[in-house]
């Protein structure tokens, strides 16, 4: 048996040799075995103990990340860092902006009172000793490497690293859930937006998934295709851990920082993923005045509540806020007038069951018992599930936590937004009839029960890229839901439209790889076409404008004509679309959108729009001023940790999409990608086991100086994929096998 290197020292080694019975006894064991490119394989004997091990090896890598987010969660990041410096949440804002957001989380004691809940409420003992586990592995690895002595040098030696507690990482755990909800509106709840400094654009949360049944595949079992399109830096970044209990667990993924379950994986019977869905997750209520700090509701007075917070400074002095609460939420800043405020209300504000959801999902032995575990937790926060089994099943449903407002309740309520262009439902907060309804499914009150959600069950696939659930499988739309879970019969985004049409193309054999019907190898390929459907939809009319106007750019359409129009790291031709589709500001088609046709309209480029001729000439000009060559290809253009990233964005039409964090510069470089595909995993599930690839984009590990730093990065840049290990003999066949059994007290 080997041990890790010398920064992850073994426990062992620190004490006397004990027996199992002796280490039973002691409290906590785990052994965590490395394979290829870090990946830690977690085996313990029961829940506490895989928690241990989980956070012990998870510190190894990114102890960092975690430690400055444990600041964010507990409001002092102005004390460390300065109130006006950009905070590290995923949707950034200031330091001093985001302590009084989760202050006031904190003062409000929703941890506290759902720890009290019994499950399926509260958490599972198995969860509660799963999240003891991870903290004591967490701070065991802290205590015997020193902070001075943290091999990342982001964190080595700060004074703002030191133990973390089971309270954090339920906070941790209520945060994700409330992330495209409350958490993403802290400016609004807190009234501190700073016009003055720059708003960088959010790394947005999106996915392609694909789950495709025995009909779709050639060997007659379920496959699924997992790839999250998630930030590439910070907290919400996939780890990618295998947690194993024998006869209890055995689960191998992606799993977010900071949590102890697996989000998007399988164990030897079931696969899973998940993509962001178009459901409402809050509401907005309009409370009106009636003097003071007091609004109505069905004719009384209420009176608002105050909550008092203090945020510590560099300086040592405290910094004070009020902040008003309401009977739906907290009051928002924005909107206010004499007359009327408007309050928070958030499906999400009390949801811990995720987390419970995700670790009975990996103990699921069947799709079955996949949809038992959804019914019984009801925890999804803000996301779709698709899944499959060995037998062939494909599934999809919209199992989120949505807010019960019937269509009828929407437009009865109705009241003018506070915000142009808020996504939210604005409801009348004066009358009680307005309050979300109840399902007699529902675990808790106030949300859409399981038999009013959207679902699919097919033998082929089923599908979503961030569309709503309508397109699941153009065979059979979806209709007739509220449209609280979004809309139906409107234009399918890009994205989605290539998607669909690379499974059409792979069921049919029209995609040049081969026969008919997907195997995990040509799942692989067809996933990693760099497809740029608006380029395919626009090009004959691109190239007729061009030689209608031979003045705008010849050099450019010879090289547009000599483009394939996949976003290959040598494409040449890609980089020169993108430029000249960014500056159309939206796309001009020549062909509208027929909701009879959602597949193949809209399509054609408008040519005749005098925006479209300056959108090519600005970018040919673009190119020569900055002598740029016209033929720039993504591998020169973008990049992470050095490393060259394939690829193309959202708005073009790409599958595998990124997005890099501002525009072209006149170096011809974009800044670095930061976000993207960041968990890919194509699995075939089989009578002998699964079989699976994958490849975390930007590597296992946020630490700069480790070796696992970028190696699946450059896997990434070059199309290929990591064989996963899942099996204990397949494990141990690794030759380069690291292990390390690791004990600890209670």
């Known amino acids: 048996m080997k041990l890790v290197p010398a920064a992850a020292i073994s426990l062992a080694l620190l004490a006397p040799p004990v027996s199992p019975a002796e280490a039973a006894d002691a409290g906590y064991s785990a052994t965590i075995r490395r394979t290829e490119y870090g990946i830690p394989h977690i085996t313990a004997k029961d829940y506490g103990g895989l928690g241990f091990g989980y956070g012990y090896a998870f510190a190894q890598d990114n102890l960092c990340t975690l430690a400055s987010w444990v600041v964010t969660l507990r409001g002092e990041r102005s004390r460390y860092f300065g109130p006006q410096a950009e905070s590290d949440d995923p949707k950034p804002v200031a330091n001093l902006t985001s302590d009084v957001y989760y202050k006031s989380v904190a003062a409000s004691g929703v941890v506290r009172r759902l720890l009290a809940r019994p499950a399926p409420v509260g958490p599972s003992d198995e969860l509660r000793r799963l999240v003891d586990g991870y903290v004591a592995g967490y701070n065991r690895y802290l205590e015997d490497t020193g902070v001075a002595n943290l091999p990342d040098p982001r964190c080595r030696g700060k004074a703002w690293v030191g133990p973390i507690t089971a309270t954090d990482m339920w906070n941790n755990l209520l945060d994700l859930s409330r992330m495209v909800s409350s958490s993403s509106l802290k400016e609004a709840i807190t009234g501190m937006a700073e016009a003055e400094r720059p708003q960088p654009e959010p790394p947005a949360a999106g996915s392609n998934a694909w789950a495709l049944g025995r009909e779709a595949t050639r060997g007659g079992g379920g496959m699924v295709l997992a790839d999250p399109h998630f930030p590439w830096q910070g907290i919400r970044r996939f780890y990618q851990v295998q947690l194993t209990i024998p006869g209890v667990l055995d689960v191998s993924g992606g799993s977010l920082y900071g949590t102890p379950v697996v989000q998007i994986g399988h164990n030897a019977k079931v696969a899973w993923t998940h993509t962001v869905s178009h459901a409402q997750r809050f509401t907005v209520y309009r409370l009106e005045l009636t003097g003071g700090h007091s609004y109505t509701v069905d004719g009384r007075a209420e009176p608002m509540g105050e909550q008092e917070v203090e945020v510590a400074l560099p300086d040592g002095t405290l910094s004070g806020h009020t902040l008003l609460t309401s009977r739906y939420g907290p009051v928002l800043a924005v909107g206010r007038t004499g007359e009327a405020v ?19 999902m990996a103990r699921a032995g069947s799709l079955d018992e996949l949809r038992e575990a959804q019914r019984t937790h009801q925890g999804m926060p803000f996301v779709h599930t698709l899944a499959t089994d060995v037998g062939g099943t494909a599934y999809f449903a919209d199992t989120s936590v949505v807010p019960h407002v019937t269509d009828a309740e929407a437009k009865r309520c109705a009241k003018p937004s506070p915000v142009p262009g808020l996504d939210a439902y604005v409801l009348d907060g004066s009358t ?28 082929d696939y089923v599908a979503n890229s961030n569309n709503t659930y309508w397109m699941t499988n153009p065979e059979k739309p979806l209709t007739g839901y509220p449209q609280a879970y979004g809309e139906t019969g409107t234009e399918l985004e890009p994205r989605p439209r290539v998607s669909l049409d690379m499974i059409a193309q792979r069921l049919s054999g029209a995609d040049g790889l081969g026969a008919p019907g997907f195997t995990l190898e040509t799942l692989q390929a067809t996933v990693h076409g760099k497809r740029n459907l608006t380029f395919e939809l626009m090009r004959d009319d691109l ?88 033929t720039l290809t993504p591998g020169q253009a973008q990049s992470y940790s050095s490393i060259p990233i394939p690829g193309c964005t959202e708005g073009e039409g790409c599958f595998d999409r990124v997005r890099t964090g501002g525009p072209l510069g006149t170096n011809g470089r974009y800044p670095e990608v930061n976000t993207g595909s960041s968990f890919m995993m194509a699995v075939e599930l089989t009578p002998g086991g699964p079989r699976t690839r994958t490849v975390l984009t930007y590597s296992l590990s946020a630490n700069p100086a480790s070796p696992h730093h970028a190696d699946q990065t450059a896997l990434f840049s070059r199309g290929e994929w990591v064989t996963e290990r899942f099996t204990a003999a397949e494990i141990a066949a690794d030759p380069h096998l690291d292990t390390v059994t690791i004990h600890g007290g209670h």
């Not at 408007?342 to 009975?360: G, M, P, S, T």
């Open 432 to 459: 009680s009839a307005c309050l979300w309804g109840r399902d007699g499914d529902a675990v808790v009150p106030g949300i859409f029960g399981p038999g009013t959600q959207p679902r699919l069950v097919r033998d």
């Open 543 to 630: 190239l007729k404008l061009c030689r209608a106007h031979p003045e705008l750019g010849h050099e450019a359409c010879r090289t547009l004509e000599r483009w394939d129009g996949r976003a290959t790291l040598d494409g040449e031709g890609a980089v020169l679309w993108r430029e000249i589709f960014t500056r159309l500001g939206r796309p001009m088609w020549r062909v509208p959108f027929d909701p009879a046709r959602p597949l193949t309209t809209p399509r054609g480029l408008k040519i005749d729009e005098p925006a479209v001729r300056q959108a090519l000439a600005d970018a040919v000009l673009f190119f020569r001023s900055n002598r740029i060559p016209l």
């Open 342 to 360: 408007y309050a928070l209300a958030d499906a999400n504000a009390a949801n811990l069951r995720a987390a419970d959801e995700w670790l009975a």
